[in-house]
């Protein structure tokens, strides 16, 4: 059970940071063509006939388009479901992978529980009179746990509003909103590339050995939208195969989904606060909100790749083969909002100017050799293809750019408040500074001012990387420290 799903390079996320054997789909089931009119005698007009027959057609066979969405919606709304969900993630920026867990309970009116193991994170969604309600928790973090309100019935687009996109058609499927007219009025925006929901679906067909019922269509109201490719089980309805394609095929994201036989789920994996302090958001679970001091351990940040991989911080103090330790590597990750990018790119590029200034040869010949990665936060209402791009491409030639959706987990775990800031982080993951942008006054003489007291900070920051890379040449130039350890570097030669 094996699902091919093209996607764009910021699909991500949330998705969240995570190989899989791949179990490739059924060689003879060739791809379904939308039917122009239905076949009779098929399957889903007989619910009674063995779907599994063997099927003596050489070609699909077309079905009813309404019968084929209620037989997969019925799947999932007649009694409670639990599927493990193992997604690769492939693009031109990397690979990333991770495993999912999904239990739902629902009725054809929607939703009434759901858990979902993500990552660090369980997630458990239940339906009340009022509306929906998310109760989120790290087992990891014994202290804290998040309750969020849902002003409206568990679906897709509430829950893309408190954690990453999750690409997984159940969610679409159960609650309903899976499939749209885009000829009704106020249907335009109605679809969601993500999350499987509002596709004009095309048509439906079984393969010739009458195992797979797919379903083809576009997730919106023209040519040009992504296209759709839903698979199930002929006779359950369960997913097996899913795909999104871009015309670009620049990415792909494999799913391989495994239905499991789970008594009383997803009431088996309800959070409970017990005790624990209430946080606003789930981000808040992932790291201490304290504000950071000079001198303490810089935390893990949820940073990830254009291709949605976690990103660890650490990578920026890997020297490569061949950097001796006298190189004074030291690592500099900036954070910046969304808006500060967009709006006033120069508070950030003046940080990279300071910061290069300031790695420079002091009077001694002492220099220092900034590993930077740009950390880019991005809301989840802004987060799209284009604009993940658009990011990358601007800045990519100053630094590694990485992404991460909302600040409260990041930027605020640093410097609550900062729209923009620079960490400096020494060898032994210690913060050696945290310096932000000045504004800019428009007068030349003050904003000449500020540069140069930007460039001094980043000067005293970089003072211990000097202090050890002077330690280091003394010891390699004295006798008695002649095999000195490096670090895992190399000697300086002679």
């Known amino acids: 059970m094996n699902a091919r799903v093209y996607v764009s390079a910021a699909a991500s996320l949330a998705i969240a940071s995570c ?19 239905t076949s009779p005698g098929s399957p889903l007009e007989q619910p009674d006939a063995p779907v599994h027959a063997p ?39 990397g690979v990333s992978r991770r495993d999912v867990f999904i239990a739902l309970d629902a009725q054809p009116s929607g939703i009434r529980a759901m858990f979902l193991e993500l990552g660090p994170l369980r997630v458990f969604a239940e339906s009340r009179a009022e509306g929906g309600r998310l109760l989120i928790d790290r087992p990891l973090n014994h202290r804290e746990y998040a309750e969020i309100e849902l002003r409206g019935p568990i679906a897709p687009a509430l829950l893309a509003r408190h954690m990453p996109p999750v690409p997984l058609p159940q969610i ?21 590339e993500l999350s499987f929901t509002g596709v004009r679906w095309l048509g439906a067909a079984i393969d010739p050995r009458g195992q797979r019922l797919t379903l083809v269509g576009r997730a919106g109201p023209d040519a040009a939208a992504p296209s ?36 009383d789920a997803p009431l088996a994996w309800r959070v409970t606060p017990d005790g624990r302090e209430r946080v606003p958001t789930a981000a808040d679970l992932l790291v201490s909100t304290e504000p950071r001091r000079i001198g303490t351990e810089m935390p893990e940040l949820p940073l990830v ?13 890997d020297a490569p083969p061949g950097e001796p330790l006298s190189a004074g590597r030291v690592a500099v990750l900036i954070l910046a909002r969304n808006a500060v990018l967009r709006e006033d790119p120069d508070a950030v590029a003046r940080l990279f100017v300071a910061l290069r200034a300031a790695a420079g040869k002091d009077a001694e010949g002492i220099s220092v050799t900034p590993a930077v990665a740009l950390g880019a936060i991005v809301d989840l209402s802004a987060w799209t293809p284009d604009h993940v791009r658009d990011i990358a491409e601007a800045w990519k030639d100053r ?41 800019s006054s428009g007068d030349a003489l003050r904003d000449g001012e500020a540069r140069a007291q930007l460039t001094e900070r980043f000067r005293v920051a970089f003072e211990p990387i000097r202090r050890l890379v002077r330690v280091h040449r003394e010891a390699q130039g004295d006798p008695a420290h002649e095999n000195a350890p490096d670090a895992g570097g190399e000697e300086d030669p002679d």
């Open 228 to 263: 759709v490719r839903v698979s199930a089980d002929a006779l359950t309805g369960r997913v097996l195969d899913a795909s999104i394609e871009w015309s670009d095929r620049a990415s792909a994201l494999d799913l391989r989904v495994r239905a499991i036989e789970i008594p």
């Open 172 to 192: 679409a499927i159960a609650s309903g909103v899976w499939s749209v007219d885009y000829a009704a009025p106020g249907a335009d925006d109605a679809g969601g």
């Open 55 to 93: 099927a003596q057609a050489q070609s699909p066979t077309p079905v009813p388009l309404p019968d084929a969405l209620e037989r997969i919606h019925r799947a999932y709304t007649s009694a409670p479901i639990a599927e493990d969900v193992e997604i690769t993630l492939a693009t031109p920026a």
């Open 399 to 439: 630094a590694r750019v990485v992404y991460a959706i909302g600040g409260s987990a990041t930027l605020d775990a640093i410097a609550p408040g900062a729209d923009a800031v620079a960490v400096v982080i020494g060898p032994a993951g210690e913060i050696l500074g945290i310096i932000e942008p000045p504004a």
């Open 19 to 37: 190989v899989l054997a791949q179990q490739p789909a059924d060689p003879q089931a060739p791809p379904p063509e939308a039917p122009a009119e």
């Open 305 to 317: 790749t254009a291709s949605g991989a976690g990103w660890p911080w650490r990578t920026l103090l």
